[in-house]
């Protein structure tokens, strides 16, 4: 009774132990989608250590899909297209606080001018 009760619980899990991960082709596809994205900003990895490093993390997901370490080349896949994602944010954040201040440059001139007028 208790050989069965072992043989249930052990063999599904030595079983798992076997099964090797998938490709992450749908990652890297993801990944490839982000650096994409951040370069159709204008972005270059030059302008962006973030990005620079994406795009690092991705030629070492390619090269781990290669040697067919799946597991691996999802991490780095995942950690590209994370970086890549706050390459994109950083940039955007950094156009919005310009824009922000030549908004209130703006309103500043105008308060000027309306001061003036009085």
Do not use: W
Request: charged letters at 20%; hydrophobic letters at 45%; one cysteine or more.
């Amino acid at each position: 009774m208790i050989n069965r009760f072992v043989c249930a619980v052990l063999l599904p899990l030595m079983l798992s132990a076997c099964v090797t991960d998938p490709a992450p082709h749908e990652q890297l596809r993801l990944t490839e989608q982000a650096l994409s994205q951040a370069a159709a900003l204008g972005l270059s990895a030059e302008q962006s250590p973030a990005l620079h490093l994406a795009e690092d993390k991705l030629a070492s997901a390619q090269a781990a899909m290669q040697d067919e370490d799946y597991k691996q080349a999802r991490v780095y896949a995942e950690q590209a297209e994370l970086d890549a994602r706050l390459a994109e944010a950083q940039y955007l954040n950094a156009k919005s606080v310009q824009q922000l201040a030549e908004l209130n440059n703006a309103i500043n001139r105008l308060r000027k001018q309306l001061g003036a007028m009085q």
